[in-house]
């Protein structure tokens, strides 16, 4: 992979570059498929820049069904033609006493991880709002269903299913056209959900902001294109476009955003 590459993104992005390299070389040598784990929005972004620029090779992302926020990707040469199975997920649900007890995204994503299986290999938690269920990686997915008998205090089973049951998600991203001065973290947030640039800068400060499943504790940490910020109590907001300045050298955007 061509060093300069490198220029166009983060410093802290480098080793997932130089991975999708690793990836891309792998396909070519062999001639044949290679299936990553579990990526989010900025990595398929990335991942689909590179292919594109670097290699005549095709890509597919796929995360179990069309709305999907963490999706794998498929890099194949072009005599390939990729199904639904080439992408190794099990679709799970969350079975729980949901007349005494009451789950959570945070939580479940915490007892998943704490099994030992990186988060890599755990694509999206989706709920109705009563029923849970999340996608795993086929090459963990038996041993995180014996592991995962507890989500706190609340017993549970996971069992898989069939994609046919799976529920419609509750949650519902809206669009969102704003200016922001510049695109540092603490100030979309204070844009987005109308609250002081102090403020916003104290919920960072205080470890309740990730970005891209990060905990981000940098107020002036410059937001890029698909990045998706989670902010503790407030909800989540991505970087869906980046429309341009205005007269007055504001950054227009269009954001995704998801209230609480």
């Not at 938690?125 to 706190?152: C, L, M, P, R, Y």
Request: with cysteine; hydrophobic share 35%.
């Amino acid at each position: 992979m061509d060093t300069n590459v490198y220029q166009h993104f983060r410093v802290e992005e480098r080793s997932f570059i130089d991975s999708v390299g690793d990836w891309i070389d792998q396909v070519q040598g062999q001639y044949a498929p290679y299936l990553t784990e579990f990526l989010d929005p900025r990595q398929c972004y990335i991942l689909e820049t590179l292919v594109r620029q670097n290699s005549e090779l095709r890509f597919q992302f796929y995360g179990g069904y069309e709305q999907a926020e963490r999706t794998r990707c498929l890099i194949f040469p072009d005599y390939y033609q990729p199904v639904d199975e080439d992408f190794a997920l099990s679709l799970y649900e969350i079975h729980y006493p949901s007349k005494f007890a009451s789950l959570s995204h945070g939580k479940i994503l915490g007892t998943l991880v704490g099994t030992g299986i990186k988060r890599a290999y755990f694509g999206d938690i989706i709920s109705d709002g009563e029923k849970w269920q999340v996608f795993i990686a086929n090459e963990v997915d038996h041993f995180v269903a014996t592991q995962v008998t507890k989500i706190g205090k609340v017993a549970v089973r996971l069992e898989p299913i069939n994609y046919t049951e799976m529920v419609m998600p509750k949650d519902s991203w809206t669009q969102e056209r704003g200016t922001v001065t510049s695109l540092r973290l603490d100030s979309v947030i204070s844009e987005i959900y109308h609250i002081s640039r102090q403020r916003s800068k104290q919920l960072i400060e205080s470890g309740k902001v990730k970005v891209n499943w990060t905990e981000n504790t940098k107020p002036d940490f410059l937001l890029e294109l698909l990045d998706i910020v989670s902010i503790r109590g407030y909800g989540r907001i991505q970087i869906q476009e980046l429309e341009g300045k205005t007269k007055k050298e504001k950054c227009r955007v269009l954001f995704g955003v998801l209230r609480k």
